[in-house]
């Protein structure tokens, strides 16, 4: 059996770390990750961080989860080029509340706790702050973060006294973890770990205790070299509301051949075994898409239970994989409903008319010449010669499909 560091290490979960022996991360205690509130939710790159979290917890660990209601106000520098601009305390306060019901559901059924630290710095004064906290840093060190001097020099942004003072924020962040919650390990994204050391050495000058940082790589895109997490239509979100459950299920169906199996490791908790015994079938029949699949399966039922990724999978399958309208289920039908076309009309309306109401045509000429040509379905089946609609054609949970071509559909609801 593999201990916790050696199935991140395969997973490919493990970047930069403070501890030497591998064996300190095998023996549980408490980390914590944090999380910004420049927006509502998370989106699939927060997601593999939040699976090495879920690891750890199955491996023992404590999590504690910090939703940053007050880095939020002050705006993170890492990774950005110019200032971010400044959001509104109530706009945080709403992130807050949403990315605190979201990161709850990542680790449902485990031990863990949820912080705000606008709860410890909403009463700091300013002299305190650089008394307790900016006295222990050294102007030399931090000028040397990647995220300061890539912002500073000729021909370059800039960064304000409030962006540069984000990393002693965070530094503190772990100070107060410590002492309040016994946190000893922060993990998250490698592109964060000039924030996230600065609290290591903060502890250690405050207390004389060893806590350490683990990061992580970005989750790269191999077909395009770039950030993994957006597809045509931009960022995909956990929330349903800005990436619908659908949208979130067909984003992982069509993930690149290259990297799928990076994305199983990453983003599912199947083993080792299961995992290669899915990349060897794959690769002896890439047209059945079954890595894609079994991803796309694992991370939605992650995301949005089981019930939700049910109904995505029987959507999907009755547009492009078959799936018998007759056998669709009403939530499946209701996911289609939300994702294509949808219109009421009576009984005794013509296909030829229904489908220039749809949208999938222009003009009633327009679909009589296609469904002479054989390039109409309803309910799966060809329209041979234009007709009414009947009662009976309400096969799919008391809707219809319709067809235009492989790839454009509609969803007809029958008024009786």
Known sequence: MSTIYQDLLWRGQIKDRTFIDE????????????TDCSSGSLQIGNLAV????????????????????????VGD????????????KEDIDKNVESLTLQVSRLLDGSEFSVVNN??????????????????????????QRDFVSERIGEGKSGISYAEFSYSL???????????????????????????????????RKKTEAEVHALSMPLVINKSTGRKFGKS??????????????????????????????????????????????????????????????????EVTAIVHGTAKRDAAVSATSTLFGGLA??????????MLKDELPCIKVEIGKDISDILVDSGLVSSRSEAKRLIDQGGVLL????VVEDRQLISTDKLMAGSVLLQRGKNQFAVVDINV
């Not at 064996?23 to 944090?34: A, Q, R, S």
């Open 325 to 334: 309208v007759s056998e669709v289920s009403p939530e499946a039908v209701d």
């Open 232 to 297: 045509e239509e931009g960022t995909v979100w956990l929330d349903e509301l800005m990436t619908s459950v659908f949208k979130f299920y067909q984003f992982w169906l069509n993930c690149d051949d290259e990297g799928v199996e990076d994305y199983l490791k990453i983003y599912t908790e199947l083993s080792k075994e299961r995992i290669d015994e899915i990349m060897l079938e794959f690769s002896s029949n890439r047209s059945s898409r079954l890595a894609q699949k079994t991803l796309a399966d």
């Open 23 to 34: 064996e300190w991360l095998n023996d549980p205690k408490i980390f914590y990750l944090g």
């Open 77 to 88: 520098p890492g990774g950005k080029v110019s200032e971010r601009e400044l959001m509104a």
């Open 169 to 203: 924020i965070q530094g503190y962040d772990f100070y107060y973890l410590y002492s309040n919650h016994n946190v000893v390990l922060q993990i998250g994204g490698s592109d964060q770990w000039g924030n996230m050391i600065s609290g290591v050495p903060l502890v």
């Open 118 to 143: 606008y709860d410890w710095f909403n009463g700091m004064g300013y002299l305190e702050f650089l008394r307790d906290v900016g006295k222990h840093y050294s102007m030399t060190e931090l000028l």
């Open 379 to 382: 309910n799966q089946q060809k």
């Open 50 to 73: 939040y699976m090495l979290a879920r690891r750890l917890v199955k491996a023992g660990w404590k999590a504690v989860l910090l939703v940053g209601g007050a880095t939020s106000l």
